[in-house]
């Protein structure tokens, strides 16, 4: 399980946990290996401070579209900014060989 905790000047989400829909879930038009069951919100023209660590095992937060690539490490917290000047949704995955659903970890995140 990932731990990613949001910060934003009044804005505040805490432990997001996404996982992915399953083709059966999916509705007409959505992405399939891109959906997930919780979305995650975020203000545009704010600086989000993203606080990342794990429980489990080691993972590779990844967001293309803004160049990072975090890694959640157990027992270990790491930090990393991002702002975004558009609105849209942005995907991305974990990319560390995590363990059997590894290949099963997207990340969805709306900017309004």
Not at 18 to 35: C, I, K, N, P, V
Not at 41 to 69: C, R
Not at 90 to 110: A, T
């Amino acid at each position: 399980m990932n731990s990613l905790f949001l910060f934003a000047n009044n804005f505040y989400h805490n432990d997001i946990e996404q996982y992915m829909l399953t083709t059966e879930a999916l509705s007409f038009g959505e992405l399939r290996l891109l959906e997930v069951t919780s979305d995650v919100f975020l203000p545009v023209f704010k600086i989000v401070k993203l606080v990342i660590t794990a429980v489990d095992v080691l993972h590779s937060w990844t967001l293309p579209s803004f160049g990072i690539k975090m890694d959640a490490i157990p027992g270990r917290i790491n930090v990393a900014y991002l702002c975004s000047n558009f609105f849209g949704i942005y995907f991305g995955q974990c990319s560390e060989l995590c363990g059997v659903n590894h290949g099963f970890m997207p990340i969805k995140i709306f900017f309004i």
